[in-house]
Structure formats: structure tokens, C-alpha cells
């Protein structure tokens, strides 16, 4: 069974640029749900993607959005970049369906905004 | 909101000294309950589920339960392999926003 895996592991952008964060999904999963997590706190809900739509959104701006892939891959865009986006940026997948409720997260992308 | 609130922040604990975090929420028809271990730098590492009240469930030295205002988990004679920071989220019925709280900072001393 392969895990959720994200890519890159860090990254270092400018204020007002632009940056994509890639995820692949665990195998037989096919909902992908994004997360960004400040220095200290827990992960907060960004959206979740299901069948190549968003399917449920958080408290974050429309500079912040994203893909889903056939696949099930996702890719999280966001631009316009901000300080205040410094942060890590975690994937989980899940499975809706089948009575499965829970998420698998991947290692995380490291974004520093200067 | 779905809210959902840690305690303590920290713990600091010697190797064999167990205790409980404790996980206050409030939502609107709890889905599911989630403990996950958070490893500095690294994703968050599912732990378990919970459904409803009065649920326990058992991995190793960890030992989660659920009330319908509070969840525990309780760490059993831990080591410093335990040290990390137990993140507790809420998965309310018919929506898929997860909500998580700050998590509880755990140090097992040799």
C-alpha cells in the first residue's frame, strides 16, 4: 500500500509570487483534503476535493485553490503569496464511501514567504 | 463553529509516569473523533477513531475514550519514543471540514 506523499519538501517564495504544492493520494483513496498548519497550532481546513471538485471549503481566501486529477492527485495552488502563508502544508486522504471517516496525512510541504 | 480544545498545551512526563490529555469539543453531530501523533516538521500519523460515547479503544501504551463533551487519551507507562505533540480533531455529520485543536506537547524524560 503506498502512502500520501507530497512534494516539494520545502519551498522558498517572494511576496506576490505564485506556487504550486503537488500530492498524490494513498492508493484506493479518492477524496484529497488540504491543511495549513502555522508554527504551534493545529492544521486548519483549507478545502477537500472529491471527484475532481471542491467538496467543502475553509476560512481561506480564493487566491488559495486547487485540483484533483483522475488519478486522484491534487495539486494546491496559491497565488499572490502573502507572510502570512509561511507555513507547512499538509494532504490527507481519505475515502469516502464504505463508512470511512478518517485521514491519512502526507509528510507535509515547508513554505517560507519573504 | 465546531470547536475543539486541548489540555495542557505541554506536559512533560518521566519514563513510566502515565497520564491523560484531555480533548474538549463542541460540534454539530460528532461524525468522528480523531487522535493523531504529530513528530516536529512531519505530518500528523493517525491514531484512532471514535464514534460515540463511551468508546475506548487501544494501540500500545495509548488508550483513547470518548464522552459526549470530552475524549482522554490515556499514555500508560510511557517512554521517551512517546514524545511528541497528540493532535485531537472533530469530523461533524454531512460536511467534511475537520476541525483540529493546538494539540498537547508531550516530553517523556528518561
Known amino acids: 500500500e503506498t502512502g500520501v506523499t507530497q512534494s516539494p519538501t520545502h519551498l522558498i517564495k517572494t511576496r506576490g509570487q505564485q506556487v504550486t504544492l503537488r500530492c498524490s493520494s494513498q492508493s484506493g483513496h479518492n477524496t484529497v483534503s488540504w491543511y495549513q498548519q502555522a508554527l504551534g497550532q493545529g492544521p486548519q481546513f483549507i478545502f477537500q476535493?472529491?471527484?475532481?471538485?471542491?467538496?467543502g471549503r475553509g476560512n481561506f481566501p480564493p487566491r488559495f485553490s486547487g485540483l484533483q486529477f483522475p488519478n486522484y492527485s491534487s495539486e494546491l495552488n496559491v497565488n499572490a503569496l502573502e507572510l502570512d502563508d509561511s507555513a507547512l502544508y499538509l494532504c490527507a486522504s481519505s475515502l469516502i464511501g464504505q463508512g470511512v471517516v478518517e485521514q491519512y496525512f502526507g509528510p507535509g510541504t515547508r513554505l517560507t514567504v519573504t | 463553529e465546531d470547536q475543539v480544545t486541548q489540555s495542557p498545551e505541554a506536559l512533560r512526563l518521566q519514563e513510566g509516569e502515565s497520564s491523560s490529555l484531555n480533548c474538549s469539543y463542541t460540534?454539530?453531530?460528532?461524525?468522528?473523533l480523531f487522535w493523531y501523533r504529530q513528530d516536529p516538521g512531519k505530518g500528523p500519523e493517525f491514531l484512532f477513531t471514535?464514534?460515540?460515547a463511551g468508546e475506548e479503544k487501544e494501540k500500545e501504551r495509548l488508550k483513547a475514550t470518548l464522552t459526549k463533551k470530552e475524549s482522554f487519551l490515556h499514555i500508560t507507562a510511557p517512554k521517551p519514543e512517546d514524545s511528541a505533540t497528540y493532535l485531537c480533531?472533530?469530523?461533524?455529520?454531512?460536511?467534511?471540514?475537520?476541525?483540529f485543536g493546538t494539540g498537547t506537547k508531550l516530553q517523556v524524560i528518561p
Open positions: 460540534v454539530s453531530g460528532l461524525r468522528g
Open positions: 476535493y472529491y471527484r475532481e471538485e471542491e467538496n
Open positions: 480533531a472533530v469530523r461533524p455529520g454531512g460536511y467534511q471540514k475537520v476541525t
Open positions: 471514535l464514534y460515540s
